[in-house]
């Protein structure tokens, strides 16, 4: 579930304020006729998936989490837009539900590039 709000000042401003992926975006102009955002997030990342362990013989569910912090440009045109953004992950844990023991993971730096259709 998302909670928040987003509110657009101007033109140039937007504030995304939805947990659990904040954001803060600023126009920074149309170089070569492309309009390009300059962007800050924050992020409350989880993903979940069921293993199946070898030695016990049987599936168990594991839990990764991470909270992560961002910043990126953003780039966009009527067809495509890209982006490119970098940042830095923290308070990473990885839980299981049955046999495995839970354990932490140290804290990094991640960069990331897509496009988007």
Known sequence: ?????VWN????????????????????????????????S???????????SLFAKQNDLVQISDWRVMGGLRWETPRVTTFVEAGYIFDRKV??????TDFKVDS???????VRF
């Open 9 to 40: 000042p101007n033109d140039f401003w937007e504030f995304r304020l939805v947990f659990p992926k904040p954001r803060v975006t600023a126009f920074i102009g149309a170089p070569l006729g492309v309009p390009t955002w300059l962007y800050a």
């Open 95 to 100: 839980n299981f539900a049955k046999i495995g």
């Open 108 to 114: 990094g730096f991640m960069t990331r590039v897509g």
């Open 42 to 52: 924050g992020e409350y990342h989880v993903e979940a998936y069921e293993v199946n």
């Open 1 to 5: 579930p998302n909670a928040g709000l």
